[in-house]
């Protein structure tokens, strides 16, 4: 079992930057990686970036893609979310994941945590 904390959302003016962290505790090793995916009101939760954790692959949704970064502690086995020139469009809860599995960065993870919000006004 793998615990996943987020912190980092909040609320921001449009072209402003936030970062996200999430903190993974408990049955931790052998991750394959980690990534974020966001659910807007409404909508389906989609992805947004992902990273693994041995290595530099990542995978970005075209909607961030040159405005996010994912990044990775594998020290402290945290993943972050650098996001910047943020738009209204970005408003959503964030969810930090994590898979023990071999897979395609966009693919369905196993492990989630409890979201933050992320509210970008105009």
């Known amino acids: 079992q793998v615990q996943l904390v987020e912190s980092g959302g909040g609320l921001v003016q449009a072209g402003g930057s936030l970062r996200l962290s999430c903190a993974a505790s408990?049955?931790?090793?052998?991750?394959?990686?980690m990534g974020w995916f966001r659910q807007a009101p409404g909508k389906e939760r989609e992805f947004v970036a992902a990273?693994?954790?041995?290595?530099?692959?990542?995978d970005y949704a075209d909607s961030v893609k040159g405005r996010f970064t994912i990044s990775r502690d594998n020290a402290k086995i945290t993943v972050y979310l650098q996001m910047n020139s943020l738009k209204p469009e970005d408003t959503a809860v964030y969810y930090c994941?994590?898979?023990?599995?071999?897979?395609?960065?966009?693919?369905?993870?196993?492990?989630w945590g409890q979201g933050t919000q992320v509210t970008v006004s105009s």
């Open positions: 994941a994590a898979t023990r599995s071999p897979r395609p960065l966009r693919a369905q993870y196993d492990y």
């Open positions: 408990g049955r931790t090793f052998n991750i394959y990686a």
């Open positions: 990273i693994r954790w041995s290595g530099s692959s990542t």
